[in-house]
């Protein structure tokens, strides 16, 4: 009786649900591309590969509740090929790997509010703010590591640079106006 107890309780559908997007995340390639574009976005600045990882790391844990095996294996390639200090390089890609225990929708914190009898949607609301600010601390520890010890954390190089625009510059001051006008227009829809 207790098994078809549990097994009658909703609130653990999520489990197999977002495994299974992480599955198709990491089978389907996209969690490579985003990383990729993402280390391409942040690339020419010191630190900007493991900002990267940490950042695709954050949106994948909040997407899926799991990160994807996909991010894990290609930090571990990515950043000693470009000259990433070894420690950093780990300490970076497990930390990375450590975001989806906290950052809601997580796995973690489904079973916790089934045992403790909570609502997901609190516990999801006291785990949001922890999470950000974790991923602030470790973008601000590289942020660190690249001023005192820049040559632990390589720019990426210019050869390795593949998204570039017609008139071959970067392409950053594009992103930002288009990240402005994405705010913008997210801004005026939630006044609606």
């Not at 809601?104 to 609502?119: C, F, H, K, W």
């Amino acid at each position: 009786l207790r098994i078809f107890g549990i097994m009658q309780n909703d609130t653990l559908l999520a489990i197999p649900f977002f495994t299974f997007m992480g599955i198709v995340l990491e089978k389907s390639g996209m969690a490579e591309d985003l990383l990729e574009t993402v280390g391409q976005v942040f690339g020419p600045v010191r630190g900007g590969l493991a900002l990267a990882v940490i950042f695709v790391g954050a949106l994948l844990a909040a997407t899926t509740g799991v990160v994807a095996a996909a991010v894990i294996s290609m930090g571990l390639i990515s950043l000693p090929r470009y000259g990433y200090n070894r420690t950093v390089a780990t300490g970076v890609i497990t930390a990375s790997g450590t975001l989806a225990q906290a950052i809601p929708p997580s796995l973690v914190l489904i079973v916790m509010a089934d045992q403790l009898g909570r609502s997901v949607g609190d516990m999801y609301a006291g785990a949001l703010m922890p999470g950000l600010l974790l991923v602030g601390l470790y973008a601000a520890f590289i942020v660190g590591v690249a001023i005192v010890r820049p040559k632990w954390v390589p720019a990426l190089p210019a050869e390795a640079r593949i998204y570039k625009e017609a008139n071959g510059r970067s392409g950053h001051r594009s992103l930002i106006v288009l990240m402005a006008v994405a705010a913008t227009a997210g801004y005026a829809w939630s006044q609606f």
